[in-house]
Nanobody, 121 residues
């Protein structure tokens, strides 16, 4: 499966963005799709996942502000980001896993190229 992340940009604190992760090659409905992010100068970290079985899970840092959803007809997973804060500034990556749903990045074998989100104060 190939993944294409898009939707990043510059937004003021308190604003919203919606990221998209479009899958091609194989239907994404049989994969867990995760979102990860790499803040400037830091390690990549887990944000959220939508499992192929229908469950979702969020990092504590985004719980209540971000929402992940999936449109199987469009083979696309979305990350709606609300109440954005400067600490959310990062390159956001989507990834796919055939294994058990997990927040561990090493379980994801397929990665998109990343999209930059910049939140200004």
């Amino acid at each position: 499966v190939q993944l294409q992340a898009s939707g990043g940009g510059l937004v003021q604190a308190g604003g919203s963005l919606r990221l998209s992760c479009a899958a091609s090659g194989r239907t994404s409905s049989t994969y867990t799709i995760g979102w990860f992010r790499r803040p400037p100068g830091k390690e990549r970290e887990f944000v959220a996942f939508d499992s192929w079985s229908g469950g979702t899970y969020y990092a504590d840092s985004v719980k209540g502000r971000f929402a992940i959803s999936r449109d199987n007809a469009k083979n696309t997973v979305y990350l709606q980001m609300n109440s954005l804060e400067p600490k959310d500034t990062a390159v956001y990556y989507c990834a796919a896993s055939r294994g058990r749903p997990t927040s561990t990045e090493f379980s994801y074998g397929y990665w998109g190229q990343g999209t930059l989100v910049t939140v200004s104060s």
